[in-house]
């Protein structure tokens, strides 16, 4: 298990945008990046396996397999296989706007009505050796899912209602090459894994906020404390809140492990201020004391602990 991160966010603005961070922060928004990554490995798979071919002559590079079926017939499922395809390859980010289109491209596909049973023998077989191989990316990593019911319920694909807390993927969008590779890659050549794209884009393999809690609140502000693994999550992703909510955001992060702790302060998506250095530790005469942080004064109690 990692080190965390502790980290805590004071948020001022308007009322209104105060309740929509505050739905973030509790998970209360729907993902569509999920339901666009769960169409698109679906869209993957039928691929692979020949139940829809590209309409063109084009060649993934990223995945030859997915297009060895060759040209197809030009009927609208493969017309549409064939867009979602060049958006694949070309890294479309899964903001609202583009999971929406994405979904279209899923229904035109007609793949949601080609459910476990009625499937060829020849194509069960190569959708379960990608499934066998993926499992842990794909599905529940922990679960005992079988093949059958997980890809019977890609074709229910039901939206979520919620996601996780402080969902950052719902902040700075990912991408959908991304997403179909997973986070340990490996599906998609020349495609990072997520957990490379996680950490270089958002500064954090898990980019959620863990143990959250609201620890103030009212009408024009709200503190969140979460931790996050590592380390804090990338300037970037914080500015966007920032930008996004219209508000003022003070961030503060430590973890003990690495002796690191920081200040930023954000206007409306603009870094304004920063500190930055190393926690100052007491030092202990009594060999039952444990050392505690003095220090730097700006970081004392203002967050929920030190991390570790």
Not at 81 to 95: A, E, I, M, P
Request: a negative charge; glycine letters at 10%.
């Amino acid at each position: 298990m990692p080190n965390w991160c502790s980290n805590r966010m004071y948020f001022s603005g308007e009322p209104a945008q105060i309740a929509e961070i505050k739905r973030l922060a509790s998970g209360a928004v729907t993902p569509f990046y999920r339901r666009a990554t769960n169409e698109g490995i679906q869209l993957f798979l039928a691929g692979s396996a020949g139940l829809l071919q590209i309409t063109e002559n084009i060649r993934s590079e990223q995945c030859p397999g997915v297009t060895a079926a060759g040209r197809g017939a030009v009927s609208p499922e493969n017309i549409a296989f064939t867009c979602w395809l060049t958006h694949l390859q070309n890294g479309v980010l899964l903001d609202e706007q583009n999971c929406l289109m994405l979904h279209e491209l899923w229904l035109q596909s007609g793949t949601g009505q080609r459910r476990w049973e009625g499937l060829p023998d020849d194509v069960r077989e190569t959708i379960t050796v990608h499934f066998t191989a993926k499992r842990g990316d794909w599905c529940d990593i922990w679960g005992n899912e079988d093949v059958s019911v997980w890809w019977n319920r890609l074709c229910d694909n039901v939206l979520p209602e919620k996601t996780m807390p402080f969902d950052l993927l719902t902040v700075l969008p990912t991408r959908l090459d991304i997403e179909v590779n997973g986070f340990n890659g490996g599906v998609l050549n020349g495609v990072p894994s997520a957990y490379h794209w996680y950490t270089e884009r958002y500064g954090v393999k898990w980019p959620c906020g863990y143990d959250l809690n609201i620890s103030s609140q009212g009408d024009n502000f709200i503190q969140v404390d979460f931790d996050t693994p590592w380390c804090q999550p990338e300037s970037d992703v914080v500015a966007e809140l920032s930008r996004r909510f219209g508000c003022t955001l003070e961030h503060w992060y430590a973890e003990q492990g690495c002796n690191f702790c920081g200040w930023q302060l954000y206007e409306r998506g603009e870094l304004v201020d920063v500190l930055w250095g190393e926690l100052e530790w007491s030092s202990p005469t009594d060999d039952d004391e444990l050392p505690e942080v003095t220090g730097p004064a700006w970081i004392v109690d203002n967050v929920a602990h030190y991390g570790g």
